[in-house]
């Protein structure tokens, strides 16, 4: 964020401090930013973006030498102004086994521009295509096919799902849906290999196979009783709730999800549901944006979802006693 102390208003913030700059690239999302008065102020970091120690944020580029990509090399993370005297190429230019470039001239960027260079005169090259954008931006498919506008939207509103009862793992993903999943840290996963002795909708028992060794560094049992957490409210008034995955007898490996539910199924992040969608004119009901929907979908609990809220009443003892607490509206007779 640009705003808070020492920062920007957003009264006095003009279009040089909210527009894209190059330098963002792999650093701060591109797409996903706020559609009010906050456009461009408030940013999200990049999908493979980290912070070093002095507070710069960095993006992890692969080494290219003598014009060959170096495949054995870990990545090398550059802050923005480390990566300016460089010639950088795309992710999606062609390369053999070997880290050869097929072709003779290449896609580059330097500083704000793009190039065309010669494999030779490249230094780094991207390590993904979606390292331009963010989590929530990398959530959608094909991407690259959307005008921003509608991509920041998208982006924007995936934070805006609420945990259906009844979720459903999207049928065209961008292969990044359990990666969401297992770091949102609200399923439970097993800690070991081992068999699942005991299962209902509160409690999980998971015998792990343990041997002496481990026995000995080790002060916790063999048995571990995963209690599931039901129906607690979020500070979004939605609820947590989860639902065993596994059953009695099943093996499990170290990661495996032993939960589902809160937007996921299967181990992945499920926001919605797959309905089959038809495009044409249903007797001027879908005029513009609207769209008609089947009745089956509100029937069948297709997008369902369980709010939680709280409500405190004061009850006085007065003057003329007691007051009473009652779901009958007042001075109305049965």
Excluded at 60 to 88: F, W
Excluded at 195 to 219: G, M, T
Excluded at 220 to 238: A, G
Aim: hydrophobic content about 35%; proline content about 5%; some cysteine.
């Amino acid at each position: 964020s640009a705003l808070g102390p020492g920062g920007l208003s957003r009264e006095r913030a003009g279009f040089e401090v909210r527009d894209v700059h190059y330098t963002h690239y792999g650093r701060l999302c591109t797409i996903e930013t706020p559609e009010g008065p906050n456009i461009g102020l408030i940013s999200s970091l990049c999908v493979y973006a980290k912070i070093n120690s002095m507070g710069f944020i960095e993006t992890p580029y692969r080494i290219i030498e003598n014009g060959k990509v170096s495949m054995e090399k870990p990545v090398m993370y550059l802050t923005a102004e480390e990566e300016d005297t460089h010639y950088i190429a795309q992710a999606n230019a062609d390369i053999d086994k070997k880290g050869n470039f097929l072709v003779d001239r290449l896609k580059a960027r330097f500083e704000g521009d793009f190039p065309i260079a010669e494999p030779q005169n490249v230094t780094f090259m991207d390590i993904a295509p979606n390292q331009i954008v963010s989590v929530a931006a990398s959530m959608i498919p094909f991407l690259e096919h959307d005008d921003a506008n509608r991509a920041l939207m998208g982006s924007n509103m995936q934070r805006q799902a609420v945990p259906l009862i009844r979720p459903q793992v999207p049928i065209v993903g961008t292969g990044l849906e359990g990666k969401a999943a297992r770091d949102a840290r609200i399923q439970i996963h097993a800690e070991g290999n081992g068999v699942v002795e005991y299962v209902d909708a509160k409690e999980i028992h998971v015998r792990y196979d343990r041997n002496d060794k481990d026995r000995l560094v080790s002060f916790e049992d063999d048995l571990r009783v995963y209690t599931l957490t039901k129906y607690k409210k979020t500070n979004q008034s939605t609820s947590i709730t989860l639902k065993p995955a596994v059953i009695r007898g099943q093996k499990v490996k170290t990661g495996d999800f032993l939960t589902e539910g809160y937007a996921t199924q299967d181990g992945e992040l499920a926001l919605g549901r797959n309905l089959k969608v038809a495009f044409m004119p249903w007797k001027g009901y879908n005029f513009e944006d609207a769209i008609v929907i089947n009745e089956k979908v509100a029937r069948e609990d297709w997008f369902t979802s369980v709010h939680i809220d709280e409500y405190e009443l004061e009850v006085r003892d007065t003057k003329l006693g007691e007051e009473e607490l009652t779901p009958d509206i007042p001075n109305v007779s049965e």
